[in-house]
């Protein structure tokens, strides 16, 4: 599967002072990235669109358990989908969020390697 490049980190062209709604909505996002599985096929959806079955062969995991998560993600509107015959194709709902997924696992490096933060 080939891998994209890393992006750039997020600008603030969008930064507002966070009010409730703001916080509220950011707070739901981290929840679905709190989850390994669920992190890990986010990741795996940043480098390109997938299947279930694919999906569940790359992170190791069953296919009733992707596909649990993948409608947990779906319904919190952080993937979508795409049906090509019987197939469904799933991927990211937008830049911010691969741009979130990216920057959250290259920190996590850091931190597992012991590298130098920088930004």
């Known amino acids: 599967m080939p891998v994209r ?3 750039p980190p997020a600008s603030d062209t ?3 002072a966070p009010d409730s709604e703001r916080l509220a909505a950011a707070t739901g996002v981290f929840s679905m990235l709190s989850d390994a599985t669920r992190l890990h096929l986010l990741w795996l959806l940043a480098q390109e669109e997938s299947d279930v079955g694919s999906l569940a062969e790359n ?4 296919r009733t358990a992707v596909s649990q998560h993948l409608a947990k993600l779906r319904l919190a509107g952080l993937v979508e989908t795409r049906r090509e015959g019987r197939h469904v194709y ?3 709902s937008d830049g911010h969020l691969r741009r979130l997924v990216m920057e ?6 850091h931190r597992v390697s012991g ?4 930004d």
């Open 115 to 118: 590298k130098a933060p920088h």
């Open 5 to 7: 490049e890393p992006l």
């Open 14 to 16: 969008h930064l507002r």
């Open 90 to 92: 799933y991927s990211l």
């Open 104 to 109: 959250a696992l290259s920190h996590a490096d």
């Open 59 to 62: 992170c190791e995991a069953s």
